[in-house]
């Protein structure tokens, strides 16, 4: 998802490293890189007024899961 100029991925502690850091200049509550994947999967599937929730299928496919049983188990609640 993310690279280095050395076009190699970056490690997740880099990428949290700097994600920290932007919550903290824009003095926003602390939270994980993974929060925003979490908060991805729960909202699809839970949908809302407007926007109907999305079929497993596609959630777990949008979550590169091989398997749906693994996005249920994760973020289903």
Do not use: C, W
């Not at 509550?29 to 909202?43: E, I, M, V």
């Amino acid at each position: 998802m993310f690279a280095a100029e050395a076009a190699t991925p970056l490690d997740y502690a880099g990428v949290a490293r700097r994600f920290r850091a932007i919550l903290v200049r824009a003095k926003l509550p602390n939270h994980s890189p993974y929060d925003l994947r979490h908060t991805f999967a729960t909202d699809l599937l839970a949908g809302r007024e407007t926007v109907p929730a999305a079929p497993i299928t596609y959630v777990s496919a949008q979550m590169g899961h091989a398997n749906p049983a693994t996005t249920l188990r994760h973020y289903a609640h």
